[in-house]
């Protein structure tokens, strides 16, 4: 029976990719002030503007393909039973090859009702105005925004207690409740933290092995690392 590998990803692991993030620029994405495209406030305030924001980011995600990060992650199914828990909105794991991904703050593929949470659908291409669910409620991003609660925070959590070694790849471990996921892990369970800019993570009851590196080379060092324990 292979052993649970539980992965916890951010935008660093696409920004090799070529999707950029915002928090290395004031609170910019894109060029958007956060505030204004990924809270409700900003969606009640100007609809027009947070469609066309996630238009051009679903035809920039169009243009990117999974970078070695997002490869190896796959690969890594073959020894173990890895299963990826993303606060990224792109769909790179997936095209990579990983087959268990968890989608923490939505999909940029996806569009759900403005007012039925469980109305979603499939969407790759621009969404409008006119665009509405069949009880004529607007549809809207399938993005968990600033403010919002996270659906499927708790099926995280049930994986993170399962995992038999924890990863954490590309993130500041800054956005919550996805950064307190690490604590959910049982007693024992080896840590790992992949992050070329890694930030001091107080009050571990696991040990953690830091790898201050990008995704993509961390990842090499990290499937060497699991190699070895699972050899031992």
């Known amino acids: 029976m292979k052993k ?6 951010g935008a660093g692991i696409s920004a090799e990719s070529g999707i950029k993030t915002f928090r290395d620029s004031d609170g910019l994405w894109e060029g ?3 505030m204004d495209v990924a809270t409700p406030e900003g969606w009640y305030k100007n609809p027009e503007l947070v469609l066309d924001f996630y238009n051009q980011r679903r035809k920039q995600l169009k243009e ?3 970078n070695l990060g997002h490869t190896i992650l796959a690969e ?3 020894d173990f039973d890895v299963h990826i828990i993303t606060q990224n909105v792109d ?3 997936e095209r990579a090859g990983s087959s268990k991904v968890l989608h923490l703050h939505g999909e940029l593929l996806k569009v759900r009702s403005s007012q039925d949470l469980n109305y979603i659908l499939d969407w790759h291409d621009d969404l409008f105005i ?3 669910d069949k009880k004529g409620n607007q549809l809207r991003p399938h993005i968990v925004w600033f403010g919002e609660e996270v659906p499927a925070l708790e099926e995280a959590i049930e994986i993170a207690e399962q995992a038999d070694y924890f990863a954490v790849i590309g993130t500041s471990l800054q956005v919550y409740p996805a950064a307190g996921l690490i604590s959910y892990t049982p007693a024992n ?3 790992f933290y992949i992050d070329p800019k890694p930030i001091k993570i107080p009050n571990l009851r696991n040990k ?3 790898i201050p590196e990008i995704a993509s080379k961390g990842m090499e060092i990290l499937k060497i690392k699991l190699a070895e324990i699972t050899i031992k």
């Open 4 to 9: 649970k590998l539980v992965v916890l990803t």
């Open 32 to 34: 958007h002030n956060v």
């Open 64 to 66: 990117v393909v999974p």
């Open 76 to 78: 890594l199914e073959k």
């Open 91 to 93: 769909d790179l794991h």
């Open 130 to 132: 006119s665009h509405l």
């Open 189 to 191: 369970t080896p840590l």
């Open 208 to 210: 953690i092995e830091v």
